[in-house]
């Protein structure tokens, strides 16, 4: 038999390619939640919402990837879906954990999130990791540190890239929490990279902070500065087993002294000070009813509530300085003063505030 030539073949291929092309649209209609915004996809939101309803852990992940995305028909569609979801959500306790790299953040989490579902709760997790200030890329290998806690049918852990948004804290980790909460996580933990203002911007979006620090690695009270011991809700020594469990509670001694010269977020809550072992899984139940406290405290006084309230209001000035300097940015007149300027206050020949000025002025 003659092979065809290959004009025969494409002529062949071509009517089975559309075909192709054309169940890949269709399936893409019904199947896919990660497209733009128009009329014609919100059905794929309806899909993808109530997937995230049942808990289902890949349309989970699906949904966060949207919110996380930059595209603008991908962030239309985001926010159709927060809309929907919103009514099912707030019913979390929410956990910020922080710590100096090498404090054992997320081997602390994973044997917290552990005794959590050990208490038949769902533990979701939002690591957000460091991006590259040159390449913009993250290694993002908080599941591989967390194997067991990420084994759990109970637990979703999700690494994030910071992406150089304030403090190391991901652009959309507020949403990522939110979604979290509709899936009917019980606790939503949110691990910071630890450095600069990760903190600041942590402890704007949970309800309870945690601080875990080490004891033995020199002065430890030259390791905190003042304003995480004015924002912490609990310091937890970690690594306080073997030969540095007395180096462990000498440092509470010395944390607690410092924490009476600051004054505190709460009126009514004097932040504790513990030690534990996340190795060996000790003093997790200790952490944990510090947590219920803190949290039946402050709902009976109403700061919870007035705590949340003000996230809220601190979110959305965020989202509006962010859509202004977006906005702003994208204006082709404004790009090409910042290409001239720019090369100007590099050569030296205009000061950056007078640059900025002028730009400003448009």
Not at 27 to 56: I, K, Q, Y
Not at 284 to 292: A, F, Q, S
Request: a neutral charge; aromatic letters at 4%.
């Amino acid at each position: 038999m003659d092979n065809p030539g290959p004009m025969t073949k494409a002529a062949d291929a071509a009517p089975e390619a559309k075909r192709r092309a054309a169940g890949r649209d269709a399936g893409t209609a019904r199947t896919r939640p990660d497209v733009g915004g128009d009329a014609a996809t919100r059905p794929d939101v309806d899909a993808l919402a109530a997937g995230v309803e049942r808990g289902d852990r890949r349309l989970l992940a699906k949904a966060i990837t949207l919110v996380e995305s930059t595209r603008a028909d991908h962030q239309d569609t985001a926010q159709l879906l927060l809309e929907r979801l919103l009514p099912k959500t707030g019913g979390a306790v929410r956990i910020g954990i922080t710590g100096v790299p090498g404090v054992g953040k997320s081997t602390f989490i994973e044997a917290f999130g552990l005794y959590l579902i050990g208490l038949r709760k769902r533990v979701a997790v939002l690591a957000v990791d460091p991006s590259s200030a040159r390449t913009g890329g993250s290694i993002l290998g908080d599941k591989t540190r967390m194997a067991r806690l990420s084994g759990s049918p109970d637990a979703f852990i999700r690494p994030s890239p910071s992406g150089g948004s304030l403090g190391g804290v991901a652009r959309r980790t507020r949403e990522a929490m939110l979604l979290c909460e509709a899936a009917g996580y019980d606790v939503v933990i949110v691990e910071t990279v630890g450095v600069g203002q990760s903190e600041v911007a942590v402890h704007a979006m949970v309800d309870f902070f945690l601080v875990l620090m080490l004891a033995g690695a020199g002065d430890e009270l030259q390791g905190i500065k003042k304003g995480i011991l004015e924002i912490a809700d609990a310091l937890a020594i970690n690594k306080a087993d073997g030969d540095n469990v007395a180096h462990a509670q000498q440092a509470a001694t010395q944390y607690v002294a410092a924490l009476n010269l600051f004054r505190h977020t709460s009126p009514t809550w004097d932040p504790p000070v513990v030690t534990v072992s996340a190795r060996e899984s000790r003093g997790m139940d200790t952490v944990w009813n510090i947590v219920e406290d803190h949290r039946r405290k402050l709902a009976a006084t109403g700061e919870l509530a007035a705590k949340r309230r003000e996230q809220q209001r601190v979110w959305f000035w965020s989202v509006v300085e962010e859509g202004i300097k977006a906005r702003f940015l994208a204006r082709n007149d404004v790009r090409d003063a910042l290409r001239d300027l720019e090369a100007a206050v590099a050569d030296g020949r205009v000061s950056p505030t007078a640059a900025a000025r002028q730009v400003l002025d448009l």
